[in-house]
């Protein structure tokens, strides 16, 4: 991409690629959107052992980038029922391998453990509903509904918060994030969910305003946790983006940290209370 484009040009450029992309690959479903997933999984979790590299740390990349990757595969192939079973197999592996290359890096071998886990459990494990949620009954429209919420709240903070924001939630993590933008955030959501939610029951006539209304609500009110968190990970090692592979936008983790709260919150909600 050339670098004389400006950071929002480069960042508006990649939006109009990829949305189309993103956006046919859920309507179609099925193994072309598992693929999809494992890939940004696997690339997000490259990212993050890359961070924890450059601190010194020695995670242990290839379970942890073909683990999350495979996951979401699993997911769509078997269904829950694999998930947690594979998931467990990871853990097994993680530990038998780190027990046997001990000797490579000896002095954090411990939290090179422990980062790989975490890594698998995080990204594999809570990534792995982008796909379980897309399967679900009518999960197209499901799906349509529990990302967008995300991109409502980011828009209702970003244009509140910069206006009206004094009160800074996280300054040490996150010094543009305040209070005021974060409860706009939870406003926009809830009410364009909701909208959003009536729109889509011309399709799925069981789907309400109130489910939107929910869905929203929920989402904006947790899912701003995974952005924070991730930012908790990048200021740890003093880094503004999990890499520069989307040109304007950081990398693929820097993408996906609000998704991991909201697939499995989405997913959750739908099963048990709709």
């Known amino acids: 991409m050339p670098a004389s484009l400006s950071p929002l040009s480069q960042r508006t450029l990649v939006a109009i690629l990829l949305i189309p992309v993103g956006v046919s690959l859920i309507w179609v479903g099925g193994a072309a959107f598992a ?56 853990i097994f592996l993680t530990m038998g391998w780190q027990v046997f290359t001990y000797r490579s890096h000896h002095e954090t071998a411990v939290l090179d453990l422990n980062i790989t886990l975490g890594g698998l459990v995080y990204l594999g494990g809570l990534g792995g509903y982008i796909v379980s949620l897309r399967q679900l009954p009518d999960g197209v429209w499901w799906f349509l509904l529990v990302f967008p919420a995300i991109w409502f709240a980011d828009a209702g903070a970003y244009f509140v918060g910069s206006r009206m924001g004094k009160h800074r939630m996280a300054p040490h993590i996150s010094p543009s994030k305040t209070w005021e933008g974060y409860l706009g955030g939870v406003v926009s959501s809830i009410a364009l969910t909701a909208g959003l939610a009536a729109l889509w029951a011309l399709r799925v006539p069981y789907l309400t305003a109130g489910h939107g209304a929910l869905l929203g609500a929920v989402i904006a009110i947790l899912s701003p946790l995974g952005d924070l968190g991730e930012s908790l990970i990048k200021r740890g090692f003093g880094v503004k983006d999990s890499s520069h592979l989307l040109p304007g936008h950081g990398g693929v983790f820097d993408r996906i940290d609000s998704w991991l709260w909201a697939a499995p919150l989405g997913y959750y909600m739908i099963v048990w209370f709709f």
């Not at 997933?37 to 740390?57: D, S, T």
């Not at 990349?61 to 829950?80: E, F, N």
Request: aromatic share 12%; proline share 5%; charged share 5%.
């Open 35 to 90: 693929l999809f997933a494992a890939l940004v999984l696997g690339l997000a979790a490259l990212e993050y052992a890359h961070l924890f590299q450059k601190g010194g740390y020695h995670p242990t990349t290839w379970i942890l980038v073909s683990g999350c990757a495979a996951l979401p595969l699993i997911r769509y192939l078997g269904g829950d029922a694999f998930a947690l079973p594979a998931l467990t197999a990871l």
